[in-house]
């Protein structure tokens, strides 16, 4: 076993620590010399772009194109709208210059005084306020409607305590933001690109979710209701994985944006957002990965399959590379990616743990005997399980195996969040429940006082209030666990990242 695998933390002794070795050590990504952000590496990046390829054409296909709107914000944008800036002010990474200048002493570069902006400058937490100061521009009548916009792009929050994917400072994104004639079009626009994230996250990423509604508490800055997708890690904690809202006419009165209706009459226009990160990349890997290192789903893994030689001597090496080059062709004329690593700057024993590490999903072995028997060994990496199979239609058994693997991998994660999942009646019980991880189901009262009491005796707050629940039990009113108060049904609290 290689080195890599020998020093990477086991989940059982440090769940954190085994998350930021593996992130580190299967070269997803680094920390950079700016505190709080990061470096995405290749392989990593490779994964994040197949993420944003597959939702880019879901987008497509529900009416969406794609627009590019500026990294940097007037600072009075965001004082338009009152819950907005209040959510986002303390994240704020503010320009006040535009020049730098010789320290006249000597001592490298300093700010040049005289060149300080008229009006100071964010660089974007999230981009409603510049969108919507467009959007005036764009819109005059209901023809001009709906606007169905998406944006791919960074931005910055000034986080505290970063953790590279779940929580830095610069992260990569989508935004979408639309415009609409109706409240009802949008309030089906946000629920509807929240069933988008819900069947990106089981399908591709084969991570199960709860689909809800926020609690005013956990409500985005400015909406007036926020959707959510819910993951239950391996740790049992929840990760809020993406958001959509319904933004109400609040954006459109900031920014004076109306329009003429069919009626003739001027009216506000109707909002939604909606966005994931590359938190999904943080969801990825503490879904499914084990002890060995990353366990990808087929469909979002760079590599798919990775072919390995044992070989000795040339001679034998090119019988192998000649025998291999029509497997490796079929299995790209099929869109599987696929890689033959007949290198030899490591031996065979390193390149196993590191595919491993790596997790790609299928490793295919040709020694010697193989070649005389016309086999190939075959691994798959979510259950390290090893068979040997005949070449003759060993493209068709790959492919088969990794629709297997996706299905596998998330069955494996839904039954770990169904055996996590539990009911409770009482506060008492909640709070010893609340301990071992997972989603506890309880009942609220629906205020938030109640809801922050919770939040500061037990480190636990309200996921949402599903859509659907796992039992007939949890949709009945009931009585709050905490104030006795009437509860219209049982909601999703965990302790989150």
């Not at 497509?60 to 194109?65: A, F, L, M, S, Y």
């Not at 309030?187 to 990423?205: G, I, P």
């Not at 259950?383 to 060993?394: A, F, N, P, R």
Request: some cysteine.
């Amino acid at each position: 076993m290689a080195k890599e695998l020998k020093d990477l933390t086991k989940r059982s002794e440090n769940y954190s620590q085994w998350y930021n070795d593996l992130v580190v050590k299967a070269d997803l990504a680094e920390q950079s010399a700016v505190r709080g952000c990061m470096v995405i590496k290749p392989y990593g990046y490779a994964i994040w772009e197949k993420m944003q390829r597959q939702l880019d054409d879901m987008f497509k296909e529900t009416g969406h194109v794609n627009a590019y709107f500026p990294l940097l914000i007037p600072k009075s944008f965001l004082s338009r709208e009152a819950e907005h800036v209040e959510g986002f002010a303390k994240e704020c990474a503010v320009v006040t210059h535009h020049r730098l200048m010789n320290d006249p002493e000597g001592k490298g570069v300093v700010v040049d005084p005289n060149a300080k902006l008229e009006e100071e400058l964010i660089i974007r937490p999230t981009s409603e306020t510049i969108i919507w100061n467009t959007y005036r521009n764009w819109i005059n009548s209901y023809r001009d409607l709906p606007i169905l916009v998406n944006q791919w792009a960074n931005v910055m929050r000034w986080e505290m305590r970063t953790r590279l994917f779940l929580r830095t400072a610069e992260f990569l994104w989508q935004e979408g933001h639309t415009a609409h004639a109706t409240r009802q079009e949008a309030e089906e626009e946000a629920v509807r690109m929240l069933n988008v994230y819900a069947e990106f996250a089981e399908k591709h990423m084969a991570v199960p979710v709860v689909t809800g509604v926020k609690s005013a508490n956990e409500r985005f800055a400015g909406a007036l209701d926020t959707y959510t997708i819910e993951a239950m890690m391996q740790d049992g904690k929840a990760l809020q994985s993406g958001t959509s809202h319904f933004l109400g006419q609040n954006f459109a009165k900031a920014f004076d944006v109306q329009f003429v209706n069919k009626e003739n009459k001027m009216e506000y226009v109707w909002a939604t957002s909606w966005g994931v990160s590359t938190r999904l990349m943080g969801a990825l890997i503490m879904t499914h990965s084990d002890d060995n290192g990353l366990v990808l789903p087929p469909v979002l893994a760079p590599i798919q399959v990775v072919i390995v030689p044992i070989y000795k001597g040339e001679e034998q090496l090119n019988q192998i590379n000649d025998k291999v080059a029509g497997i490796v062709a079929k299995f790209k004329s099929m869109g599987i990616s696929v890689k033959y690593d007949n290198s030899d700057n490591k031996r065979p024993g390193f390149k196993f743990a590191d595919y491993e590490l790596k997790g790609v999903p299928v490793r295919l072995v040709m020694g010697a005997r193989d070649l005389e028997n016309n086999t190939m060994e075959v691994m798959r990496r979510d259950t390290l399980s090893k068979e040997t199979v005949s070449c003759d239609g060993i493209e068709d058994f790959v492919k088969n195996l990794l629709d297997e693997i996706q299905a596998n991998i998330y069955q494996k994660a839904l039954d770990m969040r169904k055996n996590r999942t539990r009911s409770v009646n009482t506060y008492e019980e909640f709070k010893e429940e609340i301990e071992k991880g997972g989603f506890i189901m309880a009942h609220w009262d629906g205020t938030p006082e109640t809801e922050e009491k919770i939040k500061e005796e037990t480190k636990a707050t309200i996921r949402c209030i599903p859509f659907d629940t796992l039992t007939e039990d949890d949709k009945k009113p009931g009585t709050c666990m905490v104030t006795g108060k009437p509860s219209e049904c049982r909601v999703v609290f965990a302790r989150a990242y």
